[in-house]
């Protein structure tokens, strides 16, 4: 995996084949949820919260790192929990980009 992907110029942008999917998602937290049964494929992550402002809090952190990479994921908080969902969308599909967010994600303390 790319983790020196710090912003969208640094990543491949072309939407990864299977076999490089398959490699990247093994290199990541398994906490994160690769789709099979949706176009484009997606990865997404719940993080549970004890209280709705620490998802909020959260969500800026992660925010904070989709402005420096460029690139943005899908979130959707409900209540204590939140769900963070990446797919490259001019890519039509996962990008490098993708993996590298998701790995600068788990970085952060939540």
Known sequence: MNSKCVDHGDCPS?????????????????????????????????FKFDKYLAGLDFANKIATIAEKQNHHPEIIISYKVM????????????????????????????
């Open 14 to 46: 072309q939407a990864m084949d299977s076999q490089a999917i398959s490699s990247a998602y093994q290199s990541i937290n398994p906490q994160w949820k690769l789709s099979t049964d949706t176009q484009p494929q997606t990865i997404s992550r719940e």
């Open 83 to 110: 769900t963070v969902r990446y797919w490259t969308h001019n890519a039509n599909g996962l990008t490098f980009m993708d993996f590298a967010a998701a790995e600068e994600i788990d970085k952060l303390k939540y």
